[in-house]
């Protein structure tokens, strides 16, 4: 099959998810495309396209992509739609909002050509996060249950997103399956802590959704108990600034360092915080336990489903809940490492084996 991955922004998880299967779909004979955006990624983003330029053969395109659809979005739109066009898809799988938006409506133009064409759908979170009582909520939901009609498939990657698109959407009209995103076996090699390591570590996009601000306000909380803690915080955004004024505002240990193999970041701190208000189901908390890292996680979104729903490791998305943890964890090592799911069992769920064999069963059956 010829298989076009669109998506916006080549940062994150749906970067991540993206990778991992293009690299299998190359290697189960497939010919792969990824159409994504030009204007996002940094020097991390563009070592990681190289990696992946071995399993795309039908080429890695990147032009500017706005965030929203609107009317300054038309050109890149055009663009878009000429480019898939061209590369002559058998499967147009759209990953987050735009890209959701592209693989559905342009596939949906291009299939009056190419009546074979399969235009699937991947959330990942994406216009999910509205809230159904504002304007933007109800507009971007509006349109969701529009686009339904041109989806052969949608794909969620937890129940919970599962459950919130029935509950802002409705209950899809179009067929649609659970697959969790999976990890690499190499990813399931423990990672030792480094000499010198920080009490904890942020790791992920620097936007209030993934919740740093959240993290740096729960640190200083943390420091009312134990004055030298410190942290390590890795990523890059749009809102880096912001943080790194707070953090030096409140005149706390932690250090910024620009984004980094995820296993390589988990050896410099004992605990990582995933501190998200949000989140479909986050590779970053998938990797953390596969490397045997301890963790505190907030209960939003897939993260229960993975760390279990009673977990004594979660946390609610506020300063005082993640500082709770933060205090308990300095307070006793090994309580973290003992509340973690076993590994075996996270590995027979999470396989990225898995993952891409489940969706190239659901590609082939919407054929």
Excluded at 220 to 237: H, I, L, N, Q, W
Aim: net charge positive.
């Amino acid at each position: 099959m010829r298989i076009v991955h669109t998506f916006r922004s080549p940062v994150g998880g749906i970067f991540r998810h993206v990778r991992d299967l293009a690299s299998a779909q190359h290697a189960a004979g497939h010919e792969v495309a990824i159409v994504c955006d030009s204007t996002t990624g940094g020097d991390h983003e563009d070592r990681l396209f190289k990696s992946v330029e071995p399993f795309v053969s039908l080429g890695i395109h990147r032009i500017a992509m706005q965030r929203h659809v609107g009317i300054g979005d038309l050109t890149a739109a055009m663009r878009a739609f000429n480019l898939i066009g061209g590369l002559r898809p058998d499967v147009l799988h759209g990953h987050g909002a735009k890209g959701g938006f592209y693989a559905r409506f342009f596939g949906t133009l291009i299939k009056r050509r190419r009546k074979a064409l399969m235009r699937l759908y991947s959330p990942h979170g994406g216009v999910l996060h509205y809230d159904p009582r504002s304007t933007t909520g109800r507009t971007y939901f509006m349109a969701e249950r529009q686009l339904e009609r041109f989806s052969d498939h949608i794909l969620f990657v937890s129940d919970f997103e599962r459950s919130t698109y029935v509950a802002k959407i409705g209950i899809p009209r179009a067929p649609n399956s659970l697959v969790y995103n999976g990890l690499q076996a190499a990813e399931f090699i423990p990672v030792e802590t480094q000499g010198g390591a920080a009490d904890f570590l942020y790791i992920g996009m620097m936007r209030d959704l993934k919740g740093p601000d959240l993290f740096i306000e729960a640190l200083a909380k943390t420091r009312e108990r134990f004055p030298s803690v410190s942290a390590d915080m890795v990523g890059d955004g749009d809102d880096l600034p912001r943080y790194r004024a707070r953090v030096a505002e409140l005149g706390l240990a932690a250090t910024f360092h620009p984004a980094m193999p995820a296993r390589q970041a988990f050896a410099m701190a004992h605990v990582i915080v995933v501190p998200s208000r949000a989140e479909a189901m986050p590779y970053i908390v998938l990797e953390a336990l596969a490397a045997g890292r301890p963790m505190i996680a907030t209960a939003v979104g897939g993260i229960p489903e993975i760390l279990g729903a009673t977990s004594p490791a979660l946390a609610q998305p506020t300063v005082d809940s993640l500082s709770a943890q933060m205090i308990r964890a300095m307070e006793d090592r090994q309580w973290l490492a003992s509340a973690m799911p076993d590994c075996a069992a996270l590995k027979a769920e999470f396989s990225a084996a898995t993952m891409a064999g489940r969706i190239e069963s659901i590609y082939r059956n919407c054929a």
